[in-house]
């Protein structure tokens, strides 16, 4: 546990830095390219690990960068105008509530509006939509993983037809339940919705149903991504 906590505060100075000098519109420059499917890169990894708090289970680290680590480089960054990493991974207090819990992703401010971009081409399997937890949000299923985006600009809809949609109107975006979106493509805009103090996109992993740590994908984005 200490070592996964220690690695995304590492990963805290370091992307903060980079993204710093160099901006984060460049890290969608990959985006144009084909990125290799997930599949490929699961069957260089084991799932096992240590089980942690609440009966989760982490995929080791050393496990998750293992072979073809360099794919890594294909992902997009999350979200545009990024200022700085407000949450980690791990155990945290609560902002809003002021207790002790488990926080299952990393919390990324940026300004009211900012894009939210897809990670990794896949499907949306589905919308969140409430006042509390993520607010408006979106998850993306791309083999294997989930990517999950909350707190973003908006709300579900359902026509007659009883389709979903999510629609942010100001931002001319409409998205609908079952969709394809490519990586990089934008999903969604920072917002303030579900229980947030302050304008910043959650961005969560799971691989086979468990929860992970962003923070070992983005250190090998950077570490392989051509910046």
């Known amino acids: 546990m200490l070592l996964a906590i220690s690695f995304s505060f590492a990963l805290h100075l370091t992307t903060n830095s ?9 890290n969608l420059t990959n985006s144009l390219r084909p990125p290799p499917a997930l599949e490929n890169l699961e069957n260089n990894y084991a799932v096992g690990g240590e089980e942690i708090a609440r009966g989760e289970i982490k995929i080791a680290s050393s496990v998750l960068i293992a072979a073809n680590s360099a794919a890594w ?19 945290r207090i609560n902002p809003v509530t002021k207790k002790r819990r488990f926080h299952r992703g990393i919390d990324m401010a940026a300004p009211l509006g900012s894009g939210v971009r897809a990670w990794w081409g896949g499907q949306i399997i589905k ?3 409430s006042k509390k937890g993520c607010g408006t949000g979106v998850i993306i299923a791309s083999g294997n993983w989930q990517h999950i985006y909350c707190h973003l600009k908006g709300h579900v809809s ?7 949609y999510l629609i942010d109107a100001s931002g ?9 979106v490519s990586t990089g493509s934008l999903i969604g805009r920072v917002g303030m919705t579900g229980t947030t103090t302050g ?4 961005w ?14 983005l250190e090998q984005m950077y570490r392989h991504g051509k910046y």
Not at 18 to 26: C, E, N, Q
Request: charged share 20%; hydrophobic share 30%.
């Open 73 to 91: 480089g294909y992902g997009s960054f999350p979200v545009e105008n990024f200022v700085r990493y407000t949450s980690t991974y791990g155990y």
């Open 204 to 217: 969560g992993l799971k691989y086979r149903g468990q929860y992970i740590d962003p923070a070992l994908v």
């Open 18 to 26: 980079l993204i710093k000098d160099r901006g984060t519109k460049v």
């Open 158 to 164: 359902f026509d007659s037809s009883g389709k979903t």
């Open 172 to 180: 001319g975006l409409l998205l609908q339940f079952g969709q394809i």
């Open 199 to 202: 304008p910043h996109l959650h």
């Open 127 to 129: 919308f969140t939509d």
